[in-house]
């Protein structure tokens, strides 16, 4: 294996680790054995597709050894191997809390701490030549997106299938007096989707000037309501001056 490549896909783990959503094109032919392999790959560098960071806490501490508690039952994880697991990372003091039924993988990737974890659609390409028997078995596939980038197939349903995994929102501006602008949204993150932030995208000293917004859509209890820098957006909105 030559320097070159090895440093080619040093550079596309880098970039993967940073992704906010994670594309794994596939060929329809031969789906299941390249999604393995890449998910083997990607899976030894840390990076957990589709996968929510394991919901335990661990603490280490100056002394008092290894102390297990937890909310729930557990089928995978005692205070033995518990012990064990924190034992090959010279750890003896340390308070694990599990929220839910662990794994030990669970617990390792919390003590290493350099996981990432990352939306990812597999894009099922070439699916103008399989059968339509072939494309129902793959339609059974988890976070699966079929296409025909020949043909152009299906390529609207992945940008919105991109829209979805990405938690994005589109809030549409209507300027006084007159219609909604469609053609130029502003882009939110369904995390970060409040009047504040669609101030703060328009720009930073917006929120300082901000009384109130008026907003339109199914989420508005009158059309227009009237809301203030707290309220969540959903749909449109249009600044108060």
């Known amino acids: 294996m030559s320097q070159t490549f090895v440093n080619k896909v040093g550079r596309v783990i880098s970039t993967a680790r940073t992704c906010n959503c994670i594309l794994i094109v596939l060929d329809a032919i031969k789906p299941i054995t390249h999604k393995r392999l890449i998910e083997k790959e990607l899976e030894g560098f840390g990076i957990r597709l589709n996968k929510e960071p394991p919901n335990m806490t661990f603490r280490k501490k100056e002394k008092g050894g290894i102390n297990l508690t937890s909310t729930v039952t557990n089928t995978h994880l005692d205070l033995d191997t518990v012990k064990a697991i924190c ?35 597999y894009v099922v390409n070439k699916i103008d030549q399989i059968t339509m028997e072939e494309l129902e078995i793959l339609d059974k596939l988890p976070h699966y997106c079929p296409i025909s980038a020949h043909l152009e197939w299906n390529l609207d349903g992945l940008l919105e299938k991109i829209w979805e995994y990405l938690s994005l929102t589109r809030i549409y501006t209507k300027p006084k007096g007159m219609n909604p602008d469609y053609e130029d949204p502003v882009i939110l993150s369904s995390k970060k989707r409040t009047v504040e932030d669609f101030c703060d ?41």
């Open 201 to 241: 995208r328009i720009h930073k000293d917006m929120v300082k000037q901000f009384k109130y917004a008026l907003v339109w859509g199914s989420s508005a209890k009158h059309k227009p309501q009237r809301v203030g820098k707290d309220t969540g957006l959903y749909s449109c909105s249009e600044p108060g001056t």
């Open 87 to 121: 034992s090959e990372y010279r750890i003896h003091n340390a308070d694990v809390h599990l929220r839910y039924d662990a794994t030990a993988d669970d617990l390792i990737d919390v003590i290493e701490g350099s996981r990432v974890y990352t939306p990812c659609i």
